[in-house]
Nanobody, 115 residues
Framework: QVQLVESGGGLVQPGGSLRLSCAAS????????MRWYRQAPGKERELVAA????????NYADFVKGRFTISRDNVKNTVYLQMNSLKPEDTAVYYC????????WGRGTQVTVSS
């Protein structure tokens, strides 16, 4: 059974940093591209970043380029999102998703950027 468990969220001041983790199980992790999404209150879920199975290629939404970095550890079956220079508009619930299983979602992790 595919499972995705996000963690690492919290309350941070503007300009601060957080590192999110997503532990995956139930599929061959190294063969699937992975993505981070976010959903703010009253808004639709939006793609934040993506990484290929081997980790050689990454893509970012324009609103996080230069601030966020996606990475993965195929031994630990975990994908990460390093978030720097956080802004209040980054406040959202963050979710990871596997390309092979686009309908499977975890519970997400709340990120709140506020002074």
């Amino acid at each position: 059974q595919v499972q995705l468990v996000e963690s690492g969220g919290g309350l941070v001041q503007p300009g601060g940093s957080l590192r999110l983790s997503c532990a995956a199980s139930g599929f061959t992790f190294s063969t699937s591209g992975m993505r981070w999404y976010r959903q703010a209150p009253g808004k639709e879920r939006e793609l934040v970043a993506a990484i290929t199975g081997a980790g050689g290629n990454t893509n970012y939404a324009d609103f996080v380029k230069g601030r966020f970095t996606i990475s993965r550890d195929n031994v630990k079956n975990t994908v990460y999102l390093q978030m720097n220079s956080l802004k209040p508009e980054d406040t959202a619930v963050y979710y990871c998703n596997a390309n092979w299983f686009p309908s499977r979602w975890g519970r997400g992790t709340q990120v709140t950027v506020s002074s």
